[in-house]
């Protein structure tokens, strides 16, 4: 398979989880290299995810580090295999590959769960909201740039309606609904959205108020990702230059306990949305 000039993040992560397998194993990439017939700038390749690599060698290169977890092979075998050319790929060289990657693996979740202190997430966003947001910034985006934004973010959100959406869980602290990122129509559209998305049987929106006891986390934005099995999770946080996919285990476990930690003082979803609905009635 020729080099890619430039990998998805899900071909990158297929690659450190080879690289990881082979760390656990105790073996280096030369000895492996010698093991497959090849040669230890190809090992480096196909574990930075520039290099493709077949059903076949994920298949025995699990069994020559001794993996024996059937699940976690298999979830290998997917993502090595996925030759899926989503609506994503319509962005490449229009915009930043990490807005692809994000719907990639938006795409690619068995669940979702997210924490908004800022603003409303991206897959809860009306246009004008999203609009408002993605124009606030400096230098300002031209209409050649942010007209693709705006509809690569609208298209995001089918995610949760297509069929056999997966579970999404928002966590959104009161701050998020009170701030105007526009005007009073718009922060109205919004909450009433949010009212929307949460009658679907698959969208979970629980509400933290100002006045809830225990809540410290109001820079904890992030999205928790649900892969095929629990070591390909993945969480996406935002940075000020863009955004970041974190997969090791001790940040995938700080990331749940976070999480945990911040849903254990919101309100019940019900309550949630009474709050919601009192509040856009203020608006």
């Known amino acids: 398979m020729p080099p890619r000039s430039q990998p998805t993040a899900r071909q990158v992560r297929l690659g450190t989880e080879l690289r990881r ?155 998020v609904l009170r701030t105007r990122v526009a005007d009073r129509r718009v922060a109205r559209d919004q909450l009433d959205e949010l009212l929307r998305e949460s009658e679907r049987p698959n969208v979970s929106v629980r509400v933290i108020p100002f006045d809830v006891d225990g809540f410290a986390g109001a820079s904890s934005m992030m999205l928790y990702v649900g892969g095929q099995v629990p070591t390909l999770d993945t969480v996406q946080r935002d940075a000020p230059y863009g955004s970041v996919f974190l997969d090791a285990a001790a940040q995938l476990m700080a990331m749940r306990t976070l999480f945990r930690k911040v849903e254990s003082v919101s309100l019940a979803p019900v309550k949630s949305r009474d709050f919601i609905h009192r509040l856009a009635k203020e608006v």
């Open 21 to 175: 397998l082979r760390d656990a194993a105790g073996m280096t990439a030369r000895e492996v290299a010698g093991f497959l017939g090849s040669t230890s700038a190809q090992m480096s390749q196909m574990e930075a995810g520039i290099a493709g690599v077949s059903e076949e060698r994920v298949r025995r290169l699990a069994t020559h580090y001794a993996c024996a977890d059937e699940a976690l092979i298999d979830a290998l075998v997917a993502m090595a295999t996925d030759r899926t050319r989503g609506w994503w790929e319509h962005y490449r060289n229009v915009l930043p590959p990490v807005f692809q990657d994000l719907a990639e693996l938006e795409h690619h979740a068995r669940s979702m769960r997210v924490v908004g202190t800022a603003h409303v997430p991206g897959l809860l966003q009306t246009e004008d909201y999203a609009r408002a947001i993605l124009a606030y910034r400096v230098p300002e985006l031209p209409d050649s740039e942010l007209e693709p934004r705006l509809e690569h973010r609208m298209h995001r959100r089918l995610v949760l309606s297509r069929e056999e959406a997966v579970p999404y869980e928002a966590v959104l602290h009161e701050s």
